[in-house]
């Protein structure tokens, strides 16, 4: 396939996961360590979905992944000058940072202290973000209580006939999942270590 066919392609299945997110459905996508399922943050329907379909605790906050850091910071009442000396550092990568959830945002994406995003340096998640014009979830596209995928085939077999866009990408490194940093007044607090270190973290706010 020509790296025009390739392109060609590449905007046509892009085009048809926005329809889709456009129309309150869900999207299985890549990301830099699993599968991912995106949907409209704005959608009540859509957010029930996912929680269905995963058997998910309805109460358990939706994390998002967004095109670039003002999208990602779109979903913020304020950002922390940590919050963003970490963004500057770690992102597009494996970080999501719970920053204060802007007034408005949908209440299945807050936890107790916010709303957590991050860009994917992933290039399909970026392009979906960018493509549909704000942040889309980033839920991990498992069954809840099982492992995350990082395998198209085995995403298909979870999820035939139950979410009809999945972008494909093979096998995806897995490895650790994203690491989850919050804010507080009185400085942050790792939620998960992943990706990337506690230590790696620390050096970047000394600095």
């Known amino acids: 396939m020509s790296n ?17 997110l ?3 459905e869900l999207v299985v996508f890549p990301t830099e360590t699993f599968y991912g399922i995106a949907a409209d943050p704005e ?5 029930e979905k996912i929680v269905a379909i995963k058997g998910r605790e309805p109460d358990k906050p ?24 970490l963004a500057r550092a770690f992102w597009p990568g494996p970080l999501t940072l719970v920053l204060p959830a802007r007034s408005g ?27 549909f014009g704000k942040p889309i979830t980033a839920t991990s596209a498992n069954l809840s209580g ?9 995403v298909r077999e979870v999820f035939a006939g139950r979410i009809k866009v999945i972008l494909e990408d093979g096998r995806l490194a897995g490895g650790a999942p994203s690491t989850v940093v919050e804010f507080t ?20 706010i000394a600095t």
């Open 146 to 154: 099982t492992p995350a995928i990082a395998d198209a085939l085995q």
């Open 43 to 47: 959608s009540s329907d859509a957010l």
């Open 105 to 131: 945002l949908h209440d299945a994406l807050k936890g107790p202290n916010g709303v957590g995003v991050r860009v994917s340096p992933h290039p399909v998640a970026r392009a979906l973000s960018a493509a």
């Open 185 to 204: 007044e009185s400085g942050y607090r790792i939620v998960r270590e992943g990706a990337v270190s506690a230590a790696a973290i620390a050096q970047v």
């Open 62 to 85: 939706i994390a998002l992944i967004a095109a670039d850091m003002d999208a990602a910071f779109s979903v913020a009442s304020h950002v922390p000058e940590t919050a963003r000396k």
């Open 4 to 20: 025009e066919s390739s392109s060609e392609a590449f905007r046509s299945a892009i085009a048809q996961a926005v329809a889709t």
């Open 22 to 24: 456009q129309a309150g």
